[in-house]
Nanobody, 118 residues
Framework: QVQLVESGGGLVQPGGSLRLSCTASGFSFNMYIMSWYRQAPGKEREWVAE????????NYVDSVKGRFTISRDNALNTVYLQMNSLKPEDTAVYYCRGRRIDGVREYWGQGTQVTVSS
């Protein structure tokens, strides 16, 4: 059974930090490009960050560059999103996505809520 399970969301004050985790099961994690997306109330889902299957290639939407860091541990089948200097506009449900390197399959997690508020 394929699963992507996110965790680590919560309520944090502006300027604070959170680390999201997404643990995969049921598929060959190291063959999947892993990404984080987010969806704020009333807005479309937005791509946030991406990590290659291995190595160090990463990419970010401009609004989070320098504040967020995506990483992965293929031995643990887990991708992380370290979020620093959080802003109220980062408030959203955060989803992880796995896309196989040939683009044939993709999987999504159920999402974790991040709320940045004083």
């Amino acid at each position: 059974q394929v699963q992507l399970v996110e965790s680590g969301g919560g309520l944090v004050q502006p300027g604070g930090s959170l680390r999201l985790s997404c643990t995969a099961s049921g598929f060959s994690f190291n063959m999947y490009i892993m990404s984080w997306y987010r969806q704020a109330p009333g807005k479309e889902r937005e791509w946030v960050a991406e990590h290659s299957t291995s190595g160090s290639y990463t990419n970010y939407v401009d609004s989070v560059k320098g504040r967020f860091t995506i990483s992965r541990d293929n031995a643990l089948n887990t991708v992380y999103l370290q979020m620093n200097s959080l802003k109220p506009e980062d408030t959203a449900v955060y989803y992880c996505r796995g896309r196989r390197i040939d683009g044939v399959r993709e999987y999504w997690g159920q999402g974790t809520q991040v709320t940045v508020s004083s």
